[in-house]
């Protein structure tokens, strides 16, 4: 089974970048495609991005494309998030998780999740 353990979340300030890492363990990394998605407070959980198994193909939400850049390590077993210009709009809990399909951004399709980890935009 899949295991997704994310890292790198924080409290930064506005305008501050932060990579978020996802790292995988327990299966066949390739055999997965791996998702970024945040959960803000009080409200759903949203897709972000993902990225296929090969690395060479990705998919943004429309309001992140410019900001956001998604990548994919096989050595290193893990998923990056590279989230730049950060404003208070980007606070939330943010999880990667994993499923074996099409790259979208549909929360409900994702299998296997990580527990997330937490970040904070604010001065």
């Known amino acids: 089974q899949l295991q997704l353990v994310e890292s790198g979340g924080g409290l930064v300030q506005p305008g501050g970048s932060l990579t978020l890492s996802c790292q995988i363990s327990?299966?066949?990394?390739?055999?997965?495609?791996i998702g970024w998605f945040r959960q803000a407070p009080g409200k759903v959980r949203e897709g972000v991005s993902c990225?296929?198994?090969?690395?060479?193909?990705?998919n943004y939400v429309d309001s992140e494309k410019a900001r956001f850049t998604i990548s994919r390590d096989a050595a290193r077993r893990a998923v990056f998030l590279q989230m730049d210009n950060l404003g208070p709009e980007d606070t939330a809990v943010y999880y990667c998780?994993?499923?074996?399909?099409?790259?979208?951004?549909?929360?409900?399709?994702?299998?296997?999740w990580g527990p997330g980890t937490p970040v904070t935009v604010s001065s």
């Open positions: 998780a994993a499923r074996m399909s099409v790259c979208d951004l549909r929360v409900h399709e994702w299998d296997i």
């Open positions: 327990g299966s066949r990394m390739d055999a997965y495609v």
């Open positions: 990225i296929t198994r090969s690395g060479s193909g990705w």
